[in-house]
């Protein structure tokens, strides 16, 4: 009778990859506060009577089935809404599941590229996946290092570049010629991303540089002009080639009924998001303008529904807004944002309230 070898003792957990043990978890505290202004989200839930309409829709479907494998019919409508070809589109629940599968497509193995200050869940996937990651510093004005960049894509690689625009989390929007330089100096060797989520409360709409070139996604979202964050769901702009690649790291059915319907009606009635973005945008101007003479704090320009705002200590000025109601996002221990909160724009009234209690400090 033979028996089998004691196993040797391992550490516990050995299992799990390492890269996966040394990265640390997604850093994210929910806080209740009155006034909301920390994660960028829409300050408005979906209008009253979209929202009973897809309900209407809800209650005829077939809870009991499997969604459309790849969600067609919202892939279609998604299309037609960005005049784009259907079989250029993926979608995911949320952007964040397309950045996962993208590093897993270009990334694993290989180089991630992008920029310091930069957008969490980069380098958070980046990491998980054990891809070398490659962040060039923003200029100090928070425009795009094209140079640099542009040295590191001719050079490096293969591998994947995410281009934020407007930039998160500096509301930074570049010039169109310095984003498509970036773009243009990624070859054939890398899977270039624009990442889009806030293009709705800005100059650039992106589309343009990515059309046409095979290795480039524009990413976007449901989540933030949609006002629809809570349903989870983004898609890629990208060619038909590369988006045959990505749909099969995508798991089956992965969009749920719910989400697809709500998006549906959405994309039926989208004019409640251009004025929406447009009442963002004159309250951020609004906002920006009132903190430009603040005898302590000073507020960056931004062209998105955030912005930053620089303190002389960002624990105090953090817990003062938190005394008055108001939750912000600290973006103080980030590379080149010494003291920075990140403030979402809210309702006139929630803007309001910020305005008083950041005009309570005089010193
Ligand atoms: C909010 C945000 C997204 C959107 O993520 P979802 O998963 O679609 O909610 C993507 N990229 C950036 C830079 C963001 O700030």
């Known amino acids: 009778m033979t028996t089998s070898p004691a196993p040797t003792q391992a550490a516990p957990l050995s299992g799990v990859r390492e890269a996966v043990r040394r990265t640390p978890a997604y850093p994210f505290t929910a806080i209740d506060a009155p006034i909301k202004l920390d994660q960028n989200e829409s300050a408005l839930d979906l209008p009253p009577e979209l929202r009973a309409l897809a309900l209407e829709r809800l209650a005829t479907q077939e809870w009991n089935r499997y969604p459309d494998l790849h ?3 919202l892939r279609h409508k998604i299309a037609a809404f960005e005049d784009w070809d259907p079989s250029g589109v993926v979608v995911t629940p949320g952007s964040n599941v397309l950045i996962k599968l993208l590093t897993e497509l270009a990334g694993l193995h290989q180089t991630v590229l992008s920029v310091q200050p930069t957008f969490s ?3 958070l996937e980046s990491s ?3 891809a070398e990651t490659v ?3 923003l200029n100090p004005d928070f425009s795009l290092p094209v140079e640099a960049l542009s ?9 994947l570049l995410f281009v934020t625009q407007p930039h998160a989390p500096t509301g930074h929007l570049d010039a169109e010629a310095d984003v498509r330089a970036v773009l243009d100096a990624a070859g054939e060797g890398w899977i270039a991303v624009l990442d889009e989520a806030y293009h709705q409360f800005s100059a650039l709409d992106g589309r343009a540089l990515v059309r046409g070139r095979e290795n480039r996604v524009s990413l976007r979202t449901f989540s933030k002009a ?3 964050a809570g349903l989870r769901l983004g898609y890629a702009l990208t060619s038909p080639a590369l988006a045959a690649h990505l749909q099969k790291l995508v798991s089956a059915f992965n969009v749920n009924i719910l989400t697809q319907t709500v998006a549906e009606v959405a994309l039926e009635h989208p004019g409640y998001v251009r004025e929406r973005a447009a009442q963002t945008i004159a309250e951020r101007e609004r906002v920006l303008s009132a903190l430009r003479h603040h005898p302590v704090y000073t507020a960056l320009p931004s062209q998105a529904n955030f912005f930053l ?3 002389p200590d960002a624990d105090a000025a953090y817990r003062h807004l938190l005394s008055r109601g108001i939750l912000v996002r600290r973006q103080d221990k980030l590379p080149m944002l010494e003291g920075c909160l990140r403030i979402s724009i809210g309702t006139p009234e929630q803007n309001d309230a910020l305005l008083a209690a950041l005009g309570e400090i005089s010193q």
């Open 71 to 73: 969600a067609d019919t």
């Open 309 to 311: 705002l620089r303190t």
């Open 226 to 228: 949609w006002g629809l």
């Open 151 to 159: 040295a590191e894509l001719g050079g490096g690689g293969p591998g």
């Open 128 to 130: 998980l996946l054990g």
């Open 135 to 137: 962040l060039m510093p």
């Open 121 to 123: 869940v980069y380098t």
